[in-house]
């Protein structure tokens, strides 16, 4: 998929940011936020010629501004020679659209910005294959919308090849998403795996030295660790984490870790498409939050909250986190002014200043994270403090040791499979077993025959494993449409990249995503770890996710917590422990392995004492 360059028509881009401020009360944030916007937009070599700023506590829902503020892009633009309108506020795709019609100019919003300077920073596979996704999940709502408009404006005329180019484009559009993301799935595989094994095998405490852009993450790891990886000015030098170990003293030597940065307002897609930067923050087991001191107080104050704020977001609970102040050497007084003009006490959370540069305190650093380190180890967090990733991966790792060799490493070829995940529903595995062997042998496991069959055929041989009614209605129509639109072979589908083979399969009447998710991981060892009943019930109760949350949000709970070649056990194993002890009535809190991180007991007791 082509990109979007940043130069326009050829000329040096000359950009007014604009922005939208929603606390009509706010007099000096705005302000901070704007600078940094600026700061991130000339880091690119983009010309800023001019600012538009609106308060209002909605956004409009044409162009996100007022049509007054249109006009006044307008008329920037000419008075201005401007060629680009950069907005701080993530626009929605029609209001991009809207705006880049009224104004015929270039739109982009900050989630835009922030990938390009990530893009021109990439340098590893990982990296650039991540950006490429964000960028083409972010663009396809506008893709798809602009190639509606282009269609219905073919459509009078009835050009040659109108709807079939939308159509096409679309496709080709989701096709390229799934490549790319299979692509950055093998990758993470390998990379997490490694991650898992320096963690598990070493037994290393980890350090993360996070924080935001340029405030000397790279330059503090490289002092602490005699490493010599890329420093500068330039924002989001480092994108892939990078790690090196430390001796401290004879009790601790931990791994350093060195991540990407933080920003200002940073948008939860764009932390959710580096997933191994944030399995390296959330699998620390000290973060440092590292901090500009020559920042304005002001800019500090909501790096702080803003900091902890994410990390909270990114499953790090406050008693994990280290506050530092770099850059010390160029104020060298602040650190005895800055306890009281930032009232650090409120956060409750060990800080410290240093100079990465000029090695400052970098020694008291040092000993301040073995301090830690050693009291998080002598003062685990309890069930209610520890993270939900933190469960999640003590939970996965607890279980799996529980149930070993529960995997026989059998695979039905991708119809069987199918066939036999849609017997499974609302049953025991033995029933399933029955059910199965009856249709084989009655009837035989091919879409050709399960079509032919009469209905009263397939449900006598799959009585035994329930709701055969409705099963047979989706047992034919699957095989229906297999014959139709894929000449009875559903292997092709099965051999598509994960993410659209589910897609297709869940096209079929009947098939959910956890047919799918079952049939793809029994059949060719897809990376998923599909839900069930139990495992969706042992989520909710250890509060992996929210009570209400959904078939998605559990599975991306489940599968954060363990690395992919696992996910198949974990499955396994989770189901068991769902039917021996965590059960949906009278579960055994007493006898079980996860009852030191499980908050439901004294939810339960909490409830039952009201
Ligand atoms: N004066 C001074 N400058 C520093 C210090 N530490 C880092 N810098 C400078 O700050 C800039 C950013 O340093 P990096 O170490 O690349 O910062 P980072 O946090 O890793 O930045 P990203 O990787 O872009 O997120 C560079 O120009 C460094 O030379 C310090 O202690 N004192
Ligand atoms: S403690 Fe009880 S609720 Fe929690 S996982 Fe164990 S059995 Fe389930
Ligand atoms: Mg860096």
């Given at each position: ?305 803003e900091g902890i704020r994410l990390l909270k977001e990114i499953g790090v609970p406050r008693s994990r986190i280290i506050i530092a102040f770099n850059k010390l050497d160029k104020m060298p007084d602040a650190d005895k002014e800055i306890e009281e003009q930032l009232s650090l006490d409120v956060y409750g959370i060990p800080w410290i200043c240093v100079s990465a540069e000029k090695k400052i305190n ?249």
């Open positions: 998929m082509e990109r979007q360059p940043l130069l326009i028509d050829g000329n040096k881009a000359r950009a007014v940011i604009c922005m939208l401020k929603t606390n009509v009360h706010d007099h000096s944030v705005f302000r901070v936020k704007l600078d940094e916007l600026r700061a991130l937009v000339e880091s690119l070599g983009i010309e800023v010629v001019g600012e538009v700023v609106q308060s209002r506590y909605r956004p409009f829902a044409k162009y996100h501004i007022g049509s007054g503020k249109v006009h006044e892009l307008r008329r920037k633009k000419r008075r201005l020679d401007a060629n680009l309108f950069i907005f701080y506020n993530i626009l929605r795709s029609s209001q991009k659209l809207n705006l880049m019609r009224a104004t015929d100019t270039e739109v982009i919003d900050r989630y835009e910005l922030t990938l390009e300077i990530f893009d021109q920073m990439a340098s590893d596979n990982l990296s650039k294959l991540q950006i490429q996704a964000a960028r083409l999940e972010k663009q396809a709502p506008f893709l798809k919308l602009q190639a509606s408009v282009n269609y219905r404006h073919d459509r009078p005329f009835f050009r040659a090849g109108g709807e079939y180019a939308f159509h096409g484009q679309l496709r080709e559009l989701s096709r390229g998403q799934s490549r790319i993301n299979e692509e950055i799935e093998k990758l993470m595989e390998e990379k997490s795996q490694r991650i898992w094994k320096r963690k598990n095998e070493l037994g290393y405490p980890i350090v993360c030295i996070a924080g935001f852009y340029n405030a000397g993450k790279t330059s503090l790891f490289n002092i602490l660790t005699g490493d010599t990886k890329l420093v500068s000015a330039r924002p989001f030098t480092t994108l892939s984490s990078k790690y090196q170990r430390r001796f401290i003293d004879y009790e601790t030597t931990v791994l350093f870790i060195d991540t990407i940065g933080f920003m200002l307002d940073l948008d939860p897609r764009l932390i959710q498409s580096f997933k191994l930067n944030l399995l390296d923050i959330r699998s620390s087991d000290v973060v440092v939050l590292l901090l500009d001191i020559t920042d304005p107080l002001l800019t500090l104050q909501l790096k702080i909250i970098t020694q008291g650093f040092l000993e301040l994270v073995a301090e830690r380190v050693k009291y998080l180890r002598e003062n685990p967090p309890d069930a209610v403090e520890l993270s939900s990733f933190s469960r999640a991966e003590t939970a996965v790792n607890r279980v799996l040791a529980e149930y070993p060799d529960l995997d026989a490493g059998l695979y039905l070829p991708p119809f069987n499979s199918l066939v036999r995940t849609v017997l499974s529903q609302n049953t025991s595995s033995p029933n399933t077993a029955t059910a199965y062997n009856r249709l084989a042998d009655q009837i035989g496991i091919s879409p050709y025959n399960i079509d032919e069959a009469s209905d009263e055929a397939v449900i006598d041989a799959i009585r035994t494993s329930g709701m055969y009614n409705q099963k047979t209605k989706t047992l034919k129509a699957v095989s229906k449409i297999i014959i139709e639109k894929y000449g009875g072979d559903i292997g092709q589908i099965f051999e598509l990249p994960f993410n659209e083979a589910r897609d297709r399969l869940m096209e079929i009447s009947g098939i959910g995503p956890k047919t799918a998710d079952v049939s793809l991981l029994f059949s060719v060892n897809s990376h998923v770890v599909p839900v069930d009943r139990h495992i969706e019930r042992i989520a909710k109760r250890l509060e992996l996710v929210e009570q209400k949350a959904g078939y998605e949000a559990i599975r991306a709970a489940w599968q954060d917590g363990a690395t992919p070649d696992r996910f198949r056990e974990l499955h396994l194993a989770l189901i068991k422990f769902g039917r021996e002890v965590c059960t949906a009535r009278n579960p055994k809190h007493d006898d079980c392995i996860l009852r030191n991180i499980c908050p439901y007991p004294e939810k339960i007791a909490e409830d039952n004492s009201k």
